[in-house]
């Protein structure tokens, strides 16, 4: 029999074309996230929770040797967990709160400090020796043996209810004769899940399986989903420096404006581990690629152009700040009270910041005034806000990156009927899809394989020139901006570019 020493997180099905990228991540996984809001017990249904245990100790190697044992001899998916702590306060702050991924909390392995603790869960928690374990997790191993997605029927919501309900999740724990790197922390509070808005931790855990699945399909990088209970920023901190040991790195995810921007600084400040927030990050770089690509075409220099954006959350804000990096200096931001001015009464801090550097005339009318005389839109907002009036007030060539989700701004073929010279959506089935998964895999490949501990804007910089380039002079056309979200090529050309 193997000896097995380590655990890496791996999808249960293959995604080796947009068909499956679609039932497996967006737009599909909003089925099954919209089930669990509906009903929290179908988070047992939908994802691979029934089968999950999280191990925690005060040693990683301790609970990992628990984990391999739980996997080897019940076929439970069991994940090792190291706390910073033995107090008894924060060892319940964490129990409590990673209760959404998991069905039952392994603690035999400090059963002397959590013996007198009342932890608030609804789901089995071992504080001690048991003689059937298997009876006490009540854990399901669900497994799929040659699948094939044309076994699915309906749409592509339906397709992806079938696949989770039948497979019990996406994702599973394999077990590894060689040494693994401590997973990515794939950590979300579910305030702002998709298209959905803030459905909680629980009902966003289908979406965090699905990034999962990316890291490994794409990056070949092992990634732990981690939905928490709490939204309370300083919480969430906490929660991630107790149990930071776990990880070789934190992806955090879904989490809204502004309190994602506290959480995440607060953690590369204080964290010994690489933080990375995509839906700030990614998006941010897989833009910039596809702008500079853009302009490109259309003949126009970064420095030279108006550039307005619809929407001012942490996505927005992120973009924001790498397009100035790349040298733009003329950029007007919108949110739902208008322009982003210095001095405005409704700006959090986070407004405040970026009007340093944005509106520098001080204008303060609405999008549809704003847009007049642009040459690029960017919308992180919400649907049908573009009109065709509004486009052609742009300027000549008029860019336009809509990419609102589900529904964007403007759907792409209006905004080319109108006269946009490219457009850009994050769907799948229009030209250049603006889509995360072309970044993230592979920047925390390189950043794991070059043991970077954290990731700077030269880093950030370095991806999308790199992702930019990847499309050459004789492919680069208005329909063609990016490389495919599945090409093979991607993942490694980003990790290779990690570098300062």
């Known amino acids: 029999m193997p000896k097995f020493n380590g655990i890496k997180i791996v999808s249960k099905v293959e995604v080796d074309d947009k068909n499956a990228l679609a039932i497996v991540y967006t737009p599909g996984v909003a089925a099954s996230c ?7 017990e179908a988070s047992f249904d939908y994802t691979n929770r029934e089968n999950s245990v999280a191990v925690l100790s005060f040693d ?11 996997k080897s001899s019940l076929g439970i998916d069991a994940y090792p967990f190291e706390l910073s702590t033995c107090n008894e306060e924060k060892i319940k702050l964490v129990v409590d709160n990673i209760e959404p991924s998991f069905g039952a909390i392994d603690l035999s392995l400090i059963e002397e400090n959590v013996k007198n603790i009342d932890f608030n869960v609804n789901i089995p928690v071992l504080k001690g020796k048991c003689s059937n374990l298997k009876e006490f997790f009540l854990c399901v191993s669900k497994n799929l043996f040659m699948f094939s997605f044309d076994k699915l029927t309906g749409n592509t919501s339906e397709k992806s209810l079938q696949l989770r309900k039948m497979a019990g999740g996406v994702i599973e724990s394999e077990l590894s004769e060689e040494k693994t790197l401590k997973p990515v922390g794939i950590i979300s509070d579910g305030s702002a899940v998709l298209g959905l808005g803030n459905i909680g931790g629980l009902a966003g855990l289908p979406v965090m399986e699905g990034k999962a699945v990316l890291f490994q399909e794409l990056g070949t990088v092992s990634a732990m989903p981690l939905c928490l209970k709490t939204q309370n920023p300083d919480e ?15 992806n955090l995810e879904d989490i809204k404006a502004p309190e994602c921007f506290k959480i995440e600084n607060t953690l590369i400040e204080k964290a010994d581990i690489p933080i990375f927030h995509d839906d700030q990050h990614g998006t941010a770089v897989v833009v910039s690629a596809g702008l500079l690509n853009a302009l ?3 003949g126009k220099k970064i420095e030279n152009v108006k550039i307005v954006f619809s929407g001012a959350g942490a996505a927005a804000i992120a973009v924001c700040k790498l397009i100035l990096a790349l040298g733009a200096k003329n950029i007007i931001m919108f949110d739902i009270d208008g322009a982003i001015y210095k001095g405005r009464a409704q700006n959090n801090f986070a407004h405040d910041e970026i009007s340093k550097y944005t509106n520098l005339s001080g204008f303060k009318g609405s999008l549809k005034e704003g847009i007049k005389n642009a040459n690029v ?17 742009m300027a000549q060539k008029p860019i336009v990156f809509a990419l609102a989700n589900p529904t964007p701004e403007i759907m792409p073929d209006l905004a080319k009927k109108y006269g946009a010279f490219i457009c850009a959506s994050g ?19 390189g950043v794991l394989n070059n043991n970077i501990k954290k990731i700077t804007t030269n880093i950030k910089l370095n991806c999308a020139f790199a992702l930019a380039s990847m499309v050459n002079e004789t492919e680069l056309n208005q329909d063609y901006i990016l490389p495919d979200a599945l090409d093979m090529r991607v993942p490694d050309t980003i990790a290779n570019n990690v570098i300062e």
């Open 296 to 298: 490109h075409l259309a």
């Open 377 to 393: 839109f960017i919308g992180l907002s919400a649907p049908n806000l573009l009109d065709e009036e509004m486009i052609k007030s």
């Open 34 to 40: 919209l089930k669990i809001k509906e009903n929290p």
């Open 427 to 445: 769907r799948s089935d229009f030209p250049n899809q603006i889509n995360n998964s072309l970044v993230f895999p592979g920047l925390f490949k």
């Open 236 to 250: 969430v901190i906490e929660i991630v420096l107790l149990i930071q040991n776990s990880f070789s790195g934190v």
């Open 60 to 70: 990683y190697e301790k609970s990992l040797e628990r984990a391999i044992f739980l």
